[in-house]
């Protein structure tokens, strides 16, 4: 089910909330249950038959947790290799088994192709319970409700494309007696902010991908008869605004719809298109993956405690490893080690020239430095091959030519150029994407971010510092969130799919 859909907005999500708060006023262990089965529901409409899968993966996890949470040192860690390996051996058989036989298959070999379908959100719910585990084993995991460790598995707003939850930041409000009375403010709040995202993802990002899919499948098997310059820079920024508003829109609705239930979700997604360096991009992007990746895997490899050398091996491979979580892909690999790449020159460069710049010049082409690079990347992370990325790489510095409009004044001084518009081929107006390129990189770089502009009323669970504007509940602030609310609801016959529920 699509928070995007009208199932969703019209029945499943005021059923879920309506019946929450009607049972928690009996009896909080009811609504915790009503929860649980609004959150199996909610998945069970994708595909119900990984519900086992799902439900198993809770019970196993939730067992070898408790037993970790009382073990020796000793005993205590062959137990988690051993529970935190079975989670990512049915992960990689769901996830990467299908493009293994198929890469083995390249060899020679004739592989039958299982034909296993990726359960959706099996990437989230798995990273989920493995922080649980290490940190059942740390000893900072300490409440071990079974019915409050399954609605923290299945919370059906982070369920299928995050956050990635912590034990510790969910089974304390879910034990709250707030949490089961209902709040004024924490509607308002929260349907404020499940708006903001509809309107991000309808209105914004499917509107991005209507410029960018037509680009990248011209790109696929074009060879030098791909994308020209303008066309294939227009498909790249189409992309990278398409993806920020899909999953900016995402992490708003499900803080939001979380906040409506009195529990707050960590933030995700904090206008990484502003950062100044790739280091802060990731501070700013996929912030609880970041942090997982971070926390559980680049510190566990020996972070910077191990030399410089090491140090950078250790981000390479933390990268490439995140590339790989997000599929099964030469792509995705690809992507994850230039992202490895850039970090490595970014750390380099801080120890030549510590600290950052302090002139407003100096920042403004920080960020813009960092935006190129990742708009770059998101080439092969968007491409459906490498050969497509390749010839749309080609086309963005014109290898593929460069076509301008007709009737040009100095066009004899452009033997190279051919003149059929700036878009040849699309069926959109060069005029109609500047606006709308623009549009979309004046609202990334110029104003606050939606938990800025509600940071008096703490959306989420980190605290964020105002940027300018303030959101103050009004009136006016009413009408503006209605007309937003509406128009996203009459554009809502064109929505798509969520960009990482892929993942």
Same mark, same amino acid.
């Given at each position: 089910?699509?928070?995007? *859909?009208?199932?969703?907005? /019209?029945?499943?999500?005021?059923?879920?909330?309506?019946?929450?708060?009607?049972?928690?006023?009996?009896?909080?262990?009811?609504?915790?249950?009503?929860?649980? =089965? =609004?959150?199996?529901?909610?998945?069970?409409?994708?595909?119900?038959?990984? @519900?086992?899968?799902?439900?198993?993966?809770?019970?196993?996890?939730?067992? &070898?947790?408790?037993?970790?949470?009382? &073990?020796?040192?000793?005993?205590?860690?062959?137990?988690?290799?051993?529970?935190?390996?079975?989670?990512?051996?049915?992960?990689?058989?769901?996830?990467?088994?299908?493009?293994?036989?198929?890469?083995?298959?390249?060899?020679?070999?004739?592989?039958?192709?299982?034909?296993?379908?990726?359960?959706?959100?099996?990437?989230?719910?798995?990273?989920?319970?493995?922080?649980?585990?290490?940190?059942?084993?740390?000893?900072? &995991?300490?409440?071990?409700?079974?019915?409050?460790?399954?609605?923290?598995?299945?919370?059906?707003?982070?369920?299928? *494309?995050?956050?990635?939850?912590?034990?510790?930041?969910?089974?304390?409000?879910?034990? +709250?007696?707030?949490?089961?009375?209902?709040?004024?403010?924490?509607?308002?709040?929260?349907?404020?902010?499940?708006? /903001?995202?509809?309107?991000?993802?309808?209105? @914004?990002?499917?509107?991005?991908?209507?410029?960018?899919?037509?680009?990248?499948?011209?790109?696929? $098997?074009?060879?030098?008869?791909?994308?020209?310059?303008?066309?294939?820079?227009? %498909?790249?920024?189409?992309?990278?605004?398409?993806?920020?508003? +899909?999953?900016?829109?995402?992490?708003?609705?499900?803080?939001?719809?979380?906040?409506?239930?009195?529990?707050?979700?960590?933030?995700?997604?904090?206008?990484?298109?502003?950062?100044?360096?790739?280091?802060?991009?990731?501070?700013?992007?996929?912030?609880?993956?970041?942090?997982?990746?971070? +926390?559980?895997?680049?510190?566990?490899?020996?972070?910077?405690?191990?030399?410089?050398?090491?140090?950078?091996?250790?981000?390479?491979?933390?990268?490439?490893?995140?590339?790989?979580?997000? %599929?099964?892909?030469?792509?995705?690999?690809?992507?994850?080690?230039?992202? $490895?790449?850039?970090?490595?020159?970014?750390?380099?460069?801080?120890?030549?020239?510590? !600290?950052?710049?302090?002139?407003?010049?100096?920042?403004?082409?920080?960020?813009?430095?960092? /935006?190129?690079?990742?708009?770059?990347?998101?080439?092969?992370?968007?491409?459906?091959?490498?050969?497509?990325?390749?010839?749309?790489?080609? #086309?963005?510095?014109?290898?593929?030519?460069?076509?301008?409009?007709?009737?040009?004044?100095?066009?004899?001084?452009?033997?190279?150029?051919? /003149? *059929?518009?700036?878009?040849?081929?699309?069926?959109?107006?060069?005029?109609?994407?500047?606006?709308?390129? @623009?549009?979309? @990189?004046?609202?990334?770089?110029?104003?606050?971010?939606?938990?800025?502009?509600?940071?008096?009323?703490?959306?989420?669970?980190?605290?964020?510092?105002?940027?300018?504007? +303030?959101?103050?509940?009004?009136?006016?602030? !009413?009408?503006?969130? #209605?007309?937003?609310?509406?128009?996203?609801?009459?554009?809502?016959?064109?929505?798509?799919?969520?960009?990482?529920?892929?993942?």
């Amino acid at each position: 089910m699509l928070f995007n *859909s009208y199932e969703f907005l /019209f029945v499943f999500f005021p059923i879920c909330a309506l019946g929450f708060f009607q049972l928690a006023r009996r009896s909080q262990r009811a609504a915790i249950l009503w929860l649980i =089965a =609004a959150s199996l529901l909610f998945y069970a409409w994708w595909s119900p038959r990984y @519900l086992l899968l799902l439900l198993s993966s809770i019970v196993l996890n939730f067992a &070898a947790g408790r037993k970790l949470a009382s &073990a020796g040192p000793g005993a205590g860690k062959r137990l988690l290799v051993l529970a935190v390996t079975a989670n990512l051996v049915v992960l990689a058989v769901f996830k990467y088994a299908g493009f293994f036989i198929h890469e083995t298959n390249r060899l020679g070999l004739a592989i039958p192709d299982p034909g296993i379908v990726l359960p959706i959100g099996i990437s989230f719910f798995t990273f989920t319970q493995i922080a649980f585990l290490v940190d059942a084993h740390r000893g900072q &995991a300490r409440e071990y409700n079974p019915a409050h460790y399954a609605l923290f598995v299945t919370w059906f707003p982070h369920l299928i *494309s995050g956050p990635v939850l912590h034990h510790k930041q969910m089974m304390p409000q879910f034990a +709250d007696a707030a949490t089961y009375r209902p709040s004024l403010e924490s509607f308002a709040v929260g349907l404020t902010m499940f708006v /903001f995202g509809l309107a991000k993802k309808v209105l @914004l990002a499917d509107q991005f991908a209507l410029y960018a899919s037509p680009v990248f499948a011209g790109a696929e $098997g074009a060879g030098a008869h791909g994308p020209m310059l303008f066309s294939a820079w227009m %498909g790249a920024l189409a992309y990278a605004l398409q993806l920020y508003f +899909d999953f900016s829109g995402y992490s708003d609705m499900a803080v939001g719809i979380s906040r409506v239930f009195n529990v707050k979700l960590p933030l995700n997604f904090n206008s990484p298109y502003k950062a100044t360096s790739i280091i802060e991009f990731w501070r700013r992007w996929h912030m609880t993956l970041s942090a997982f990746l971070r +926390d559980y895997l680049y510190f566990s490899l020996g972070g910077n405690q191990l030399g410089v050398l090491r140090r950078y091996l250790n981000l390479m491979i933390t990268m490439v490893l995140g590339g790989l979580w997000h %599929g099964a892909g030469w792509g995705f690999i690809l992507w994850g080690a230039l992202h $490895g790449i850039f970090l490595v020159v970014n750390h380099m460069w801080r120890s030549i020239r510590p !600290g950052a710049s302090r002139t407003a010049l100096g920042r403004a082409a920080s960020v813009a430095l960092t /935006f190129l690079v990742v708009v770059v990347a998101w080439v092969p992370f968007r491409a459906k091959s490498l050969e497509g990325a390749w010839v749309l790489l080609r #086309g963005m510095v014109g290898l593929n030519g460069v076509s301008l409009p007709q009737g040009l004044p100095f066009g004899g001084w452009l033997p190279g150029a051919t /003149f *059929s518009g700036l878009l040849p081929g699309l069926n959109y107006s060069g005029s109609e994407v500047a606006a709308w390129l @623009l549009a979309g @990189l004046s609202i990334v770089w110029f104003l606050p971010n939606s938990q800025q502009l509600l940071s008096r009323y703490a959306p989420a669970w980190e605290s964020v510092q105002p940027a300018g504007l +303030d959101w103050r509940f009004s009136r006016l602030a !009413g009408i503006a969130a #209605g007309v937003l609310l509406a128009s996203s609801i009459v554009m809502l016959n064109r929505s798509s799919e969520f960009l990482y529920f892929q993942f």
